[in-house]
């Protein structure tokens, strides 16, 4: 199949879904770039945590600069530039805020280097960006007011990042609640879904160095569950396009470092997946989420899949 003809295939409006996933945002920047190849364009984004960050730049600039500055954006990142500072430093800040180990200061300076506009009305495309009431842990989707404060609350890690506060209420990470954003773009009123899943750090190389780090990949392996039971529910209602995550991936959801070569392995796996893959048929999904064959739910996943 031509990769150019998935824009016929889908019924529009299209919606792009980008899951959480820490540093293996990166992987959703190399899926960007082969659907731009593609010539696969999304009518409107919604993300989760670093997907919110990251649809939001698509959101602003488009998809042909936003996926450009993306890119060059994730070259560019660093450990410290997300999580800064030291053992000693971390304590120091969770003695004096109690909620948190790391402030999201650089996160804030990130996000207001890299977006043009502070509201969400302003974007060029509609947006919408998961994060989780702290008080009744339900999850919120904002698509409207300001964006700004919206991301930030979308990637408050609990523990990790302070919590937001909007209109009076606390907000922390929504992944708690909705890690793959699949619900909220049918609330949107997508007609069809493309998701962007980061899948899961599922060969660790090392051992967790200390405790942020092992939070984190609990955390994460823990709210990936729910997307594998939902995308398969949410096939049912609409056609469902889910893109593969390179695989293994053994670098930890705090590493940095590994940025381009995972952009390029997303890249890569993303444009076979176009080139071969069946559209999704009525009640199906074309690909599913990340997952190995003895994980209990396989075979629900399996029954899924377009054939």
């Known amino acids: 199949m031509k990769n150019g003809r998935w824009h016929n295939l889908l019924p529009r409006p299209i919606a792009f879904v980008l899951s959480g996933g820490a540093a293996l945002g990166a992987i ?86 890299t977006l043009s506009v502070t509201e969400f009305e302003a974007l060029h495309l509609p947006f919408g960006a998961l994060a989780t009431n702290l008080l009744t842990h339900h999850g919120a989707l904002f698509t409207s007011g300001k964006l700004h404060k919206a991301l930030l609350a979308s990637a408050a890690i609990p523990g990790v990042y302070p919590p937001v506060e909007i209109n009076g209420v606390l907000y922390v990470d929504g992944a708690l609640t909705a890690h793959v954003p699949l619900a909220a773009a049918v609330r949107m009123g997508a007609a069809s879904l493309v998701v962007l899943d980061t899948g899961d750090t599922c060969h660790h190389a090392s051992l967790p160095r200390h405790v942020a780090e092992m939070f984190l990949i609990t955390m994460h392996t823990a709210m990936r569950q729910r997307v594998l039971v939902e995308a398969p529910a949410i096939a049912r209602q609409l056609p469902v396009l889910y893109l593969p995550s390179p695989c293994p991936i053994s670098r930890s959801v705090l590493d940095f470092s590994n940025s381009q070569v995972l952009m390029k392995q997303a890249e890569e796996t993303t444009a076979v997946f176009l080139e071969n893959a069946p559209p999704p048929k009525p009640g199906h999904m074309s690909g599913a989420p990340h997952f190995h064959d003895d994980h209990p739910v396989s075979d629900l996943i399996m029954e899924a899949k377009a054939i």
């Open 28 to 113: 959703q920047v190399g899926m960007l770039k082969s659907l731009l190849a593609a010539g696969l364009m999304p009518d409107l984004l919604v993300g989760t945590s670093v997907g919110a960050l990251n649809g939001a730049v698509i959101a602003d600039h488009g998809m042909i600069e936003g996926t450009h500055l993306l890119e060059e954006v994730w070259e560019n990142l660093s450990r410290e530039m997300i999580f800064p500072g030291g053992r000693i430093a971390q304590a120091r800040h969770l003695l004096s805020t109690k909620l948190s180990i790391f402030p999201n200061d650089n996160l804030t300076e990130l996000i207001c280097r």
